[in-house]
């Protein structure tokens, strides 16, 4: 279990005063989250493990904008396990998924 939470510190570092900004960019961060996890999940379930390492790349930049810097590291081992068929970290990121889910939709 990951003792850390998903934060918008980068995101404000990022749009600093301007609002208007950071409400696109949660929009369009919230929005590929979405589809990103969908499409991991598909080729989780087709034991795709390649095209699956490809979308565990991709969701490691929504990892890092939430301020979640052991979970990008876990990410990064599961991408390499990934490209190995191994699984032993599904859980974990799974969980860390669920995390930024749950907080992007307080968003």
């Not at 598909?42 to 565990?56: F, M, Q, R, T």
Request: aromatic letters at 8%.
């Amino acid at each position: 279990m990951i003792e850390e939470h998903p934060n918008l510190i980068q995101v404000n570092e990022i749009c600093g005063s301007n609002i208007d900004f950071k409400t696109k960019l949660i929009y369009i961060l919230k929005s590929e989250l979405i589809s990103e996890i969908d499409t991991y999940q598909k080729n989780l379930s087709l034991n795709n493990y390649i095209e699956c390492a490809e979308n565990v790349h991709k969701l490691k930049h929504k990892i890092s904008i939430l301020g979640l810097e052991k979970s990008y590291e876990i990410a990064v081992f599961f991408e390499e396990d990934l490209r190995k068929s191994n699984l032993k970290r599904k859980v974990e990121f799974d969980e860390i998924l669920n995390s930024m889910l749950a907080f992007t939709a307080d968003l």
